[in-house]
């Protein structure tokens, strides 16, 4: 995050000094900030009860701004948080869609968009055979050994004779 030049106070300060009748473009020079900066301070600043807001409450707003930033989405500040996941991979999407086409009633379409999911992969079935039995000894072998790679654990399965490519699993 970029350090400014200027803190709360001195803009309070500056502030303060516009508001007793200093000109801005005086105060601009006298500062050597330009009129757009004083008239945005200003406008961050609008939200108060009183036209420039103490220190004191402007540590209030830092805290509720910081508080703001951990909610999923900052700008809803009273709606209810809705907890859900973003639906990531083929697979998720195909099963997304087909949970709202079963328990909502909408249509393919619909419940494509709503995803974002393509039709297409929506209705993909795969013709490729399980492998069951290669996948569970692969997943053994790397539970084993952990630091091994794909390419290490190839090779042990090419030792105990199984007959693997890596575009086998």
């Not at 001195?10 to 000109?23: D, P, S």
């Not at 869609?97 to 995803?115: K, M, P």
């Not at 929506?122 to 000894?137: H, I």
Request: charged content about 35%; hydrophobic content about 35%.
């Amino acid at each position: 995050m970029k350090n400014k030049r200027f803190t709360e106070e001195q803009i309070i300060a500056v502030l303060r000094e516009h508001e007793a009748g200093a000109k801005a473009g005086d105060l601009a020079r006298k500062h050597g900030i330009s009129e757009a900066t004083l008239y945005n301070w200003r406008r961050s600043m609008a939200g108060w009860t009183s036209p420039i807001p103490t220190a004191e409450s402007l540590g209030i707003r830092e805290r509720e701004a910081e508080e703001a930033g951990r909610r999923p989405d900052a700008r809803s500040v009273g709606t209810a948080r809705a907890s859900f996941k973003k639906i990531v991979g083929p697979a998720a999407k195909r099963e997304a869609v087909a949970h709202l086409q079963a328990v909502i009633g909408v249509s393919e379409r619909r419940a494509c968009s709503f995803v974002g999911a393509d039709r297409k992969m929506a209705r993909y079935r795969s013709r490729r055979p399980p492998e069951t039995e290669l996948r569970t000894r692969l997943r053994d072998l790397a539970n084993e050994r952990r630091r091994f790679g794909y390419r290490c654990l190839f090779i042990l399965l090419q030792r105990e004779g199984k007959p693997s490519a890596v575009n086998r699993i």
